[in-house]
């Protein structure tokens, strides 16, 4: 479990460290989502990636795309998923993990 303030703009990407793991934390459209920051291809920062379409990160290595609500591979050179854990808001938090 990891905690980050809320204070996050729509679109906006930040990472969080989760047990020694960095995840990405993203507002779309006001809902909070967190998943692996490291692409399962050869391990890029996909924060560093482009939002495509709505829900959609792309890497900036080799383009492989993920939905970022779950976390689901969607094309590109990889066909494994990155993790993705719930977010709660809690007191003006996001509680990465569950509480
Ligand atoms: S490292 Fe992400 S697509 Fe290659």
Redesign the pocket.
């Known amino acids: 479990m990891s905690e980050t303030s809320a204070d996050i703009s729509p679109n906006e990407m930040r990472v969080v460290d989760v047990n020694g793991e960095p995840f990405t934390v993203v507002n779309l459209e006001g809902q909070y989502y967190a998943f692996s920051d490291t692409?399962?291809?050869?391990?890029?920062s996909?924060h560093e990636?482009q939002i495509v379409a709505q829900t959609q990160i792309q890497?900036?290595?080799?383009?492989?795309r993920f939905d970022m609500k779950t976390g689901q591979v969607l094309g590109?050179?990889?066909q494994e998923s990155v993790k993705s854990l719930p977010v709660a808001v809690q007191d003006g938090k996001l509680v990465l993990g569950g509480a």
């Not at 692409?39 to 890029?44: A, D, E, S």
């Not at 890497?59 to 492989?64: K, S, T, Y």
């Open positions: 692409c399962t291809h050869r391990g890029c996909l990636g890497c900036p290595c080799h383009g492989a590109g050179p990889t």
